[in-house]
C-alpha cells in the first residue's frame, strides 16, 4: 500500500520546509536539531527506510493490521482524531516559568500564537519510551502522523534511531485528507482543520461561511 516518492511526496516535502521555521524556531538550539532531524528524516524516507502513505492509502493499510501513531500535541488531537490511532507527542507544552522562558513565550506569542493558536512547546523528553511502553515490540508496523507532515518526519526518524524498523509516514499530514478518507473521525472539528487555531481559525470559518453562501447562490 505504500506509495513512492513522488510529486506529492516532494510537493509534501516543499510545505514542510515553508512551515518549520514559522512553527517551531524558538531559539538557534532548537532550530538546529529541528533541521538535523528533518534532513534525517528525508534520507530515511528517500531510501525507502521509512515509507510515505497518502491518507486514503493510510485507512486501507490500517485495516490490515498498521497501526497510525498520531504524534500531535494533546489540543490538535482534542479537536479531531482517527479512532483507533496511539497518541504520543513529540512536543509537549513548555511549563518552565523562568524569566527568558517567559520572554520567548511572549515572542512566540506574538508572531505565532496569536495568530496559529499553537503554545510554545518543547520536545517530549519522553517520546520514545512512551512509545516503546505502548508499542514495546518494534517490529511493529507504525504510520506516524501530525498535522502537516514535517513533525512526524522528526518523530519517525527518532523511533527508527530506537530500533523501529516498520515505519511509514503520513505524507503532507492530515492537512491533505479529505472527507472520507478516514471513515472514523473522534472530536468537533473536521481532521484537516485541526491545526487551526487563534485568528486564523475565524478566518477559516468566514472562508467557509463565504464558500458556503456562494454554493448556495
Not at 506509495?3 to 532550530?31: E, M
Not at 510554545?120 to 505502548?134: I, K, L, S
Not at 505524507?171 to 487563534?198: C, S, V, W
Request: aromatic letters at 10%; charged letters at 20%; proline letters at 4%.
Amino acid at each position: 500500500m505504500a506509495i513512492q516518492p513522488n510529486h506529492f511526496y516532494a510537493s509534501a516535502l516543499k510545505h514542510a520546509d515553508q512551515n518549520k521555521q514559522l512553527i517551531f524556531t524558538t531559539g538557534k538550539t532548537k532550530s538546529l536539531q529541528i533541521n538535523a532531524k528533518a534532513s534525517n528524516a528525508r534520507q530515511l524516507i528517500q531510501s525507502g527506510a521509512i515509507q510515505p502513505f497518502t491518507p486514503k492509502e493510510a485507512a486501507a493499510a490500517m485495516k490490515e493490521g498498521l497501526m497510525l501513531l498520531d504524534i500531535r500535541p494533546v489540543w490538535e488531537t482534542e479537536k479531531a482524531r482517527v479512532k483507533g490511532s496511539l497518541h504520543v507527542p513529540l512536543f509537549v507544552e513548555d511549563k518552565d516559568y523562568s524569566a527568558i522562558t517567559l520572554l520567548k513565550k511572549w515572542v512566540h506569542f506574538g508572531y505565532i500564537g496569536l495568530w496559529t493558536g499553537q503554545k510554545f512547546t518543547m520536545f517530549n523528553p519522553n517520546f520514545v519510551r512512551q512509545v516503546e511502553a505502548a508499542v514495546p515490540d518494534k517490529k511493529s508496523k507504525l504510520l506516524v502522523a501530525c498535522g502537516e507532515g514535517l513533525r512526524s518526519m522528526m518523530a519517525a526518524s527518532k523511533l527508527y534511531e530506537g530500533g523501529y524498523r516498520n515505519l511509514g509516514w503520513l505524507a503532507g499530514g492530515f492537512n491533505r485528507a479529505i472527507e472520507g478518507d478516514f471513515p472514523e473521525i473522534e472530536g468537533k472539528e473536521k481532521l484537516q482543520y485541526a491545526t487551526i487555531g487563534g485568528v486564523s481559525y475565524y478566518f477559516l470559518r468566514l472562508l467557509l461561511l463565504l464558500q458556503a453562501v456562494g454554493k448556495s447562490d
